[in-house]
C-alpha cells in the first residue's frame, strides 16, 4: 500500500537573507498575511526554551550555544596557562539585529501568541562535529603545498549563489542586485518569497545535490518540518536562509529514509544554550562574521526610518559634523538628498543606496573631503551598539554576579572604548579598579590600564580604557568553573596558577593580588613566593621579580594593606640580588649587555622604592661594581651614570673614568658602549659639562677614518634617541667648545691638522643637531 504523500498546501517558506530591513519587512508583511499556526525558524533548537524572552530582548542579541564540557585550549599541561579555558570549537553565536527577518519572525510570532520553534541542526550535533574536527586537526595536521585549489562551478554556486543571481542580472556586485530587489523594497510591495525560492531552486539545479553538513542540516529541518504538518497545523511558516528554501518547499520530495539515513549515528555533545548581547560592530563584514553585512547602521537606519530614509540619514550626518565643529546648513543637506537622488536614478536604482548617499555627503556636508567623510561614515555606517538581556535569562551565577557589580557600580557595558580615570582614595571609584583587575585575572579583558595624557598622575590614581565585546561573556563562562563571584572566582584561578608560576610570574601575582583586593589569595600566593625566592639561583629571575614586588609593597601602604611581609621578602631578594650581580655580568657580550641594562635599571627603580638598607646596600653594590676592570663597557658607562645622578661620584672621579674608557688603548666599540650606556635616557649632563663633552670630543677627533666609521651607527642610535631640544642643546654644546680646543689636541697619531679635522668635527654637530631625522 502506498504511503500517502505529505500535505503541504498549508506550508509557505520564505527563503531570507539572515541580516536585512527589507527581508526582515517582507517576512513581516509575509506573516501576517499567512497567519501561520506555527512558526519555524532557521536556528539552534535548544533555544526554543528561550524564546519567551524575546519580549523581554533589546536587540542585537545572539543566541550562544556551548558544549558543558568542552576541551581546553592549551591540553593538560599542568603549567600556569592550563587554566580551563575552552576552545573556540566549543561554543557558537547565533545573532539577530532588529532587522533580521529571523528576529521579525520571533517578535510575531511571540506577540501574535504563536508557537514558535528553532529547526535547523541541533547545536548537540553541530559542535561535537566541530569539537571532533578540532582535536583530529591537532593530532594530525594536514599537509598542504601552499597552493589554493581550483574552484568549480558547482563550489562558487554554493558559496556564493547570490553572486550568480546578480550576475544572471547584469550586476557585479551581489550586495547590490539583493539590495535592490528586496532590502530597499517599502511595504505593501508584492512578497519577493516565491521568487526567490524559485531563483534558488534554479541556482541549486546548476549545483547538482546537496551534500556534507548542509545536506543534514537540511534532512534534520525537513524531518521537523514533517513533524509539525503531521500534527494537522493547516498554516505553517517556515522563516530559513534563501538557499535552503527550495529544500523545505519541496519537501515532499525528499524520501523519509534518505532523511533518517543522513543523521543516523551523528556525534553528539550536552551543550546549554542562552541569550546574550551583541553589537552591531560584530554584525558587520569586516569582523570576519560569514553571514555579516557591510554597514549594520545603515540598515538598522532602512528598517527603522519611517519614511525619508536618505533626507534623515544626511540630516544625521550634518548633525554629526556639527558636533565636531564644522558648518553644515540645511542647505547642505537639501543639496546633499538632490545629489543621492540624481546618482541613483543616473545608476538605475530604486532609491539612493549607501553609495549614492556617501558619495553626496562627501561632495556636499564634507565639500569632498574625504578625511571628514569616511569619519562621519565609518561611524554611521556601523552604527555601533550593544544590546541587552533581562535579569530573567539563563546565566551562570558568575554573569549574574557581574552584572550586580556593574549595575551597583554604574559602570555600563558598552562597545566602544571609553577612557577611566580613578581617583583611588575614593571608595567607589576603587571598587570599580578591583573590579577591572579582578576580570583580567579571570581572562576578562574588558579593561585595559593606559598611561594618561602628561603621565602617571601618582599611586592614588588609575587609569583605564574599557570596552566590552560580546566574546567576554563566553569568557565569564569558562571563568564560572573557578567560583560563583568575582572575587572567589578570581582567588581560585590565580591560586591555581600561581603554584607552577615561575618566580618573576609570581611576583607579577603579587602585584594582581593587592590591585584586586584579593586578601585570600595572597598568603598562599605569598608563600609559594618566599618558597620559590629562597631556592632559586637565578639572578635575572630575581632581578625580574624584583620590581613588581617592590610596588606591590608600595601600592600596598596606598590602598592601606600590611605590606610588612612583602617588604621583608623584597629586601630578601635585593640583596640576593647584590650578592650575584658581579659574577652575573662577568664575561657579557654586547647584546647581553645591552639586555642586563634594562634589568639593572628596572631593580635600581625597584631599590629606591623601597628605601632603606636595602637601597644602601644596593648603592654600594654600585659603588664596588664600577672599579671592575672586566666590567662590560655599557654596564659599566650605565653604572657610573646612575652613581653619579645619586652624587656618589665626584665630578672629577667621572672624568677621569671617562677619560680611561676614552683612552687610546681602548677599543672604539668598547668605549662608544660606554659612552651609550652613560648618557641612556638622557644627554643633558653633557650640557651641563663641558669637561665631559670635550672628553668625549677629543676621543672622537683622535679617531683613524676606518675607526671612526665602525662607532658612526652606535652614535646615531645614542643620540637619536633623545628628544630633539635636547639633541640641539648637545649640538650648540659642542659647537661651543669646538673652536680652538681643537688646535692643541694630539692623538696617538701626532698632533691634529686643523684643516683635516674640520670634516669630523662637523660630522659630529650634524649626528648631535639631525639626529631627529632618526628620533
Known amino acids: 500500500m502506498a504511503r500517502a504523500r505529505l500535505d503541504t498546501s498549508g506550508l509557505h517558506v520564505l527563503g531570507v537573507r539572515h541580516h536585512g530591513p527589507g527581508s526582515a519587512r517582507a517576512v513581516r508583511a509575509a506573516l501576517e498575511e499567512i497567519k501561520p499556526d506555527v512558526v519555524l525558524i532557521e536556528g539552534p533548537p535548544e533555544a526554543d526554551a528561550l524564546t519567551h524572552l524575546v519580549g523581554e530582548l533589546e536587540p542585537p542579541v545572539a543566541l550562544l550555544a556551548y558544549v558543558n564540557d568542552a576541551p581546553k585550549s592549551g591540553g593538560s599541561t599542568g603549567d600556569a596557562a592550563d587554566d580551563g579555558r575552552r576552545s573556540r570549537d566549543g561554543w557558537a553565536f547565533w545573532p539577530f539585529a532588529s532587522f533580521s527577518p529571523e528576529w521579525a519572525a520571533l517578535r510575531y510570532a511571540v506577540s501574535h501568541d504563536v508557537p514558535v520553534r528553532f529547526c535547523d541542526l541541533p547545536a548537540a550535533h553541530t559542535l561535537a562535529g566541530r569539537v571532533?574536527?578540532?582535536?583530529?586537526?591537532?593530532?594530525?595536521?594536514?599537509?598542504?603545498?601552499?597552493?589554493?585549489?581550483?574552484?568549480e562551478r558547482d563550489e562558487r554556486v554554493r558559496a556564493d549563489p547570490l553572486g550568480v543571481l546578480a550576475e544572471a542580472a547584469g550586476y557585479d556586485d551581489a550586495e547590490r542586485w539583493w539590495d535592490d530587489v528586496v532590502e530597499q523594497?517599502?511595504?505593501?510591495?508584492?512578497?519577493?518569497?516565491?521568487?526567490?525560492?524559485?531563483?534558488?531552486?534554479?541556482?541549486?539545479?546548476?549545483?547538482?545535490?546537496?551534500?556534507?553538513?548542509?545536506?543534514?542540516?537540511?534532512?534534520?529541518?525537513?524531518?521537523?518540518?514533517?513533524?509539525?504538518?503531521?500534527?494537522?497545523?493547516?498554516?505553517?511558516?517556515?522563516?530559513?536562509?534563501?538557499?535552503?528554501?527550495?529544500?523545505?518547499?519541496d519537501v515532499a520530495d525528499y524520501p523519509i529514509k534518505d532523511d533518517t539515513a543522513l543523521l543516523r549515528g551523528l556525534p553528539k555533545v550536552k551543550v546549554t544554550a542562552t541569550w546574550v548581547p551583541w553589537t552591531h560592530g560584530r554584525l558587520a563584514t569586516a569582523s570576519g562574521y560569514g553571514a555579516g553585512v557591510t554597514a549594520p547602521g545603515w540598515y538598522h537606519h532602512l528598517f527603522g526610518a519611517p519614511d525619508r530614509p536618505v533626507q534623515r540619514w544626511l540630516t544625521d550626518a550634518a548633525r554629526m559634523l556639527r558636533e565636531e565643529g564644522q558648518?553644515?546648513?540645511?542647505?547642505?543637506?537639501?543639496?546633499?538628498?538632490?545629489?543621492?537622488?540624481?546618482?541613483?536614478?543616473?545608476?538605475?536604482?530604486?532609491?539612493?543606496?549607501?553609495?549614492?548617499?556617501?558619495?553626496?555627503?562627501?561632495?556636499?556636508?564634507?565639500e569632498g573631503e574625504p578625511t571628514r567623510a569616511a569619519l562621519v561614515h565609518g561611524r554611521m555606517s556601523v552604527g555601533e551598539r550593544m544590546g541587552s538581556?533581562?535579569?530573567?535569562?539563563?546565566?551562570?551565577?558568575?554573569?549574574?554576579?557581574?552584572?550586580?557589580?556593574?549595575?551597583?557600580?554604574?559602570l555600563k557595558p558598552e562597545p566602544f572604548d571609553r577612557d577611566l580615570d580613578l581617583d583611588l582614595r575614593k571608595d567607589s571609584q576603587r571598587e570599580r579598579g578591583v573590579l577591572l583587575h579582578r576580570l583580567r585575572l579571570l581572562g576578562v579583558e574588558w579593561g585595559v590600564p593606559r598611561t594618561p595624557e602628561g603621565g602617571q598622575k601618582g599611586t592614588f590614581r588609575e587609569s583605564w580604557r574599557i570596552r566590552w565585546e560580546p566574546d567576554m561573556d563566553v569568557a565569564l563562562i569558562e571563568a564560572s568553573q573557578w567560583g560563583t563571584t568575582v572575587a572567589s572566582a578570581a582567588t581560585a584561578r590565580v591560586v591555581h596558577q600561581?603554584?607552577?608560576?615561575?618566580?618573576?610570574?609570581l611576583t607579577a601575582f603579587t602585584e594582581q593580588c593587592l590591585f584586586a583586593e584579593l586578601g585570600d589569595a595572597l598568603p598562599e600566593v605569598l608563600s609559594l613566593l618566599m618558597d620559590r625566592a629562597a631556592t632559586d639561583s637565578d639572578v635575572t629571575h630575581l632581578m625580574e621579580a624584583l620590581p613588581p614586588l617592590a610596588r606591590s609593597a608600595r601600592y600596598g601602604d596606598v590602598r592601606g594593606t600590611d605590606s610588612g611581609r612583602l617588604r621583608a621578602v623584597a629586601e630578601q631578594i635585593l640583596r640576593r640580588v647584590c650578592v650575584g650581580l658581579a659574577p652575573a655580568v662577568h664575561g657579557l657580550d654586547d647584546d647581553a649587555a645591552r639586555e642586563f641594562v634594562t634589568r639593572i635599571d628596572a631593580t635600581h627603580s625597584a631599590a629606591a622604592l623601597l628605601g632603606g638598607q636595602g637601597e644602601l646596600a644596593w648603592r654600594d653594590t654600585l659603588v664596588t661594581l664600577a672599579t671592575r676592570d672586566t666590567l662590560p663597557g655599557r654596564i659599566a658607562?650605565?653604572?657610573?651614570?646612575?652613581?653619579?645622578?645619586?652624587?656618589?661620584?665626584?665630578?672629577?672621579?667621572?672624568?677621569?673614568?671617562?677619560?680611561?674608557?676614552?683612552?687610546?688603548g681602548t677599543e672604539p666599540a668598547e668605549a662608544a658602549a660606554w659612552v651609550e650606556g652613560f648618557l641612556q635616557g638622557s644627554g643633558l649632563i653633557l650640557v651641563h659639562d663641558d669637561r665631559l663633552l670635550r672628553l668625549i670630543d677629543t676621543w672622537l677627533l683622535g679617531l683613524s677614518e676606518e675607526r671612526f666609521t665602525s662607532v658612526l651607527p652606535l652614535l646615531r642610535r645614542t643620540f637619536g634617541a633623545f628628544d630633539a631640544p635636547e639633541r640641539r642643546e648637545i649640538g650648540e654644546a659642542a659647537a661651543r667648545i669646538g673652536g680652538g680646543g681643537a688646535r692643541s689636541r694630539t692623538t696617538e697619531r701626532g698632533p691634529v691638522d686643523d684643516e683635516r679635522a674640520a670634516p669630523a668635527l662637523a660630522a659630529v654637530a650634524a649626528i648631535l643637531t639631525n639626529g631627529r631625522s632618526r628620533g
Open 132 to 151: 571532533a574536527r578540532a582535536e583530529a586537526a591537532a593530532a594530525d595536521p594536514p599537509e598542504t603545498d601552499g597552493e589554493p585549489a581550483p574552484v
Open 185 to 249: 523594497r517599502g511595504d505593501g510591495e508584492p512578497s519577493p518569497f516565491p521568487a526567490i525560492a524559485d531563483a534558488m531552486a534554479a541556482v541549486r539545479a546548476e549545483a547538482g545535490p546537496e551534500t556534507g553538513r548542509d545536506a543534514r542540516r537540511e534532512a534534520y529541518m525537513r524531518q521537523t518540518l514533517r513533524a509539525v504538518l503531521k500534527q494537522g497545523h493547516d498554516r505553517v511558516a517556515v522563516v530559513c536562509g534563501a538557499w535552503h528554501a527550495p529544500a523545505l518547499r
Open 327 to 366: 558648518h553644515v546648513s540645511s542647505s547642505h543637506v537639501i543639496e546633499g538628498v538632490r545629489l543621492a537622488e540624481s546618482l541613483a536614478v543616473l545608476r538605475g536604482r530604486p532609491l539612493a543606496g549607501l553609495d549614492e548617499v556617501s558619495e553626496a555627503l562627501t561632495a556636499v556636508l564634507c
Open 389 to 410: 538581556v533581562p535579569p530573567s535569562t539563563p546565566m551562570v551565577p558568575l554573569q549574574r554576579d557581574v552584572m550586580a557589580v556593574q549595575k551597583r557600580l554604574r
Open 498 to 505: 600561581a603554584r607552577e608560576a615561575p618566580l618573576p610570574m
Open 637 to 664: 658607562g650605565r653604572v657610573n651614570r646612575m652613581l653619579s645622578d645619586a652624587s656618589l661620584l665626584e665630578p672629577e672621579e667621572l672624568r677621569r673614568r671617562l677619560g680611561l674608557a676614552m683612552s687610546p
